[in-house]
């Protein structure tokens, strides 16, 4: 079985990743780390110097390899869903989870971050409500499983992932199967 994890910049993707497969016994995976040692710099660098098309197509390359994985959760970058052949990829080889948190509660996390090339603007709310605003509909139209945040702990979340997930031993390789 494999799980991905999608949202905005901040929303816990990682931290739940590390958490829902520690209690599941699968491998995980950090999509922007595993990137961040392939270009053997920080993603924020790759950025400056090759630009956001060329971290794109390493970032889909990145998707199709770890696609190929089993038992495994993925934790993707906030923008692994803007190009439509990665939804298509997480909807149908993952059971996709859209970690959902509103904006104004990333605030917080994000307030003295220098990593996230996207959040590197004189109005880092402004640009994280427009991420939102542009994403949302793309999160959704990539998870079978939306889950809010807002309020819960790291245990509460991953307890909802985990109360949600289909029975592993009847799972095969499509978990895009059950959505219709």
Same mark, same amino acid.
């Given at each position: ?5 999608i ?11 590390? @958490?829902?497969a ?5 491998a995980?995976?950090?999509c922007?780390g595993? =990137? ?19 971290f794109r197509?390493?970032e ?6 770890l696609?190929?994985? #089993? ?7 906030g923008?692994?869903? =803007? ?9 149908r @080889? ?7 948190a509103?904006?104004d509660a990333?605030?917080?996390? =994000? ?13 880092? #709310?402004?640009? =994280?409500?427009e991420?939102s ?8 139209e990539?998870?079978?499983l ?5 309020g ?29």
């Amino acid at each position: 079985m494999l799980i991905s994890l999608i949202g905005l910049p901040a929303v816990g993707k990682s931290t739940v990743g590390r @958490r829902l497969a520690r209690r599941l016994g699968f491998a995980f995976a950090d999509c922007d780390g595993l =990137l961040e040692q392939r270009f053997q710099q920080r993603i924020r660098d790759f950025f400056e110097t090759e630009g956001e098309q060329r971290f794109r197509d390493a970032e889909s390359a990145m998707l199709e390899e770890l696609a190929g994985a #089993a038992d495994t959760v993925i934790a993707t970058g906030g923008g692994a869903v =803007l190009r439509p052949a990665n939804r298509e990829l997480l909807r149908r @080889r993952t059971l996709c989870v859209y970690l959902r948190a509103h904006p104004d509660a990333l605030l917080t996390r =994000l307030q003295r971050d220098t990593k996230r090339p996207l959040l590197q603007v004189a109005d880092p #709310a402004a640009r =994280l409500r427009e991420l939102s605003d542009e994403r949302d509909p793309l999160y959704r139209e990539a998870a079978q499983l939306e889950v809010e945040t807002r309020g819960k702990s790291l245990d509460m979340i991953v307890d909802t992932i985990l109360r949600e997930l289909p029975d592993r031993s009847a799972s095969s390789g499509d978990h895009g199967q059950a959505r219709p």
